[in-house]
């Protein structure tokens, strides 16, 4: 069956993965961040949605945010990578009508205690795949109006 592999904020995931299929995002963590954390399932059986408590990594947001800025990725550097990606998906032939500004307030509108990665995996018996949690779950909150097309991306890995 395997493991998964979650990154997230509360309930809402933002980044998962299982097996050898992930990201290792261990770096923004110290060893002292080892704590007894909320796991979230979804019975296969009857729907509910399980807790179990588990070891594994978790810290207060501020302190992540620094860690990032450290890493790497300030607010420039964030910028100038989805730019880049923007101008790579044009050269296969995508028109991204998404500006970075518009994608950046996307994300600040999102009300990280209204999402539910559990309740959210509802709408597929196997889970959902980051594209579909984004379309359904993230832009269906009415964050923002955003311009859709039919070769639109917003996020690319």
């Known amino acids: 069956m395997g493991s998964m592999i979650t990154l997230g904020i509360g309930r809402m995931e933002i980044d998962w993965g299982k097996n050898n299929s992930f990201r290792n ?8 961040d080892v704590k007894f954390i909320p ?7 009857s729907g509910e949605p399980i ?6 990594y978790a810290r207060k947001l501020s302190s992540i945010k620094k860690r ?3 890493l790497g990725y300030d607010l420039v550097s964030i910028r100038k990578m989805y730019e880049d990606i923007v101008r790579e998906h044009q ?15 996307v994300l600040r509108a999102i009300n990280v205690s209204e999402m539910d990665t559990v309740k959210a995996a509802e709408f597929e018996g196997n889970g959902y795949d980051f594209g579909e ?10 964050a923002h109006d955003v311009p859709k097309s039919e070769n639109y991306v917003i996020f690319s890995t």
Do not use: P, Q
């Not at 796991?39 to 059986?45: K, P, R, S």
């Open 51 to 56: 807790i179990e408590m588990k070891e594994g």
């Open 91 to 105: 050269e296969y032939g995508y028109k991204i009508i998404l500006s970075f500004d518009v994608f950046y307030d």
């Open 25 to 32: 995002h261990s770096v923004l963590f110290r060893t002292s």
């Open 39 to 45: 796991y979230y399932y979804v019975d296969m059986d």
């Open 133 to 142: 949690y984004v379309g359904r779950c993230v832009l269906n909150k009415g």
């Open 68 to 70: 990032l800025d450290l």
